[in-house]
């Protein structure tokens, strides 16, 4: 099994339109509620226009993550914040078909090395909802550390959600 991520381009639009298609019961409960034409390939085409633009600007850096060479899933590190704070949020899900497989968690380890590395960010912040075990595994098993919990945090699936803080540092990882 080899898990790689890397920046996402447009050729990758038909593919992520057609997890998501395959995927929407799956994610649902872990998403906020998109647009009509969200999942799409015209909606991806669009999300993944806007999310290289940002690139280009330095504010997010949006991956895929592949499995043996095959597009399963994305994990971004967004809202990247230069100057004294050097932070980012960490955001990923993968196919149901290689969920509980090692994927987020490889892929989880290749982004810390982009975030640490090329990115020379000091912390990835990351969140997830308190029942979601399989998440909060991911991030502990990648030395990530519970710094609190965050009341009605995000807007999942129509109701404010609360969250589990996690961060990592760099210094951690040294």
């Known amino acids: 099994m080899s898990v ?8 990758d639009v038909p593919a992520i339109a ?6 929407l019961e799956f994610l649902t409960p872990f998403e906020p509620i998109r647009p ?13 226009r806007v999310a290289l633009r940002r690139h280009a600007l330095g504010e997010v850096v949006p991956h895929v993550i592949e499995l043996d060479g095959r597009v399963v899933g994305r994990i971004n ?8 704070f ?12 290689v969920n509980g497989r090692g994927v987020a968690s490889a892929a989880v380890a290749l982004m810390k090395q982009v975030a640490f590395g090329e990115e020379g960010l000091h912390r990835i912040q990351a969140g997830a909802m308190p029942h979601n075990l399989a998440s909060r595994r991911v991030l502990e098993r990648n030395g990530f550390v519970r710094i609190g919990m965050a009341p009605k945090y995000l807007r999942i ?16 990882e040294s």
């Open 4 to 11: 790689t991520t890397r920046l996402v381009t447009m050729d």
């Open 157 to 172: 699936a129509g109701v404010w959600r609360d969250h589990v803080l996690y961060q990592l540092l760099a210094d951690d």
């Open 86 to 97: 050097l932070n980012s949020h960490l955001g990923y899900w993968v196919s149901q078909d």
């Open 36 to 48: 009509e034409g969200w999942f799409t390939a015209e909606g991806q085409a669009e999300v993944v």
């Open 77 to 84: 590190l967004n809202d990247i914040v230069r100057g004294p």
């Open 18 to 23: 057609e997890l998501y298609r395959v995927n």
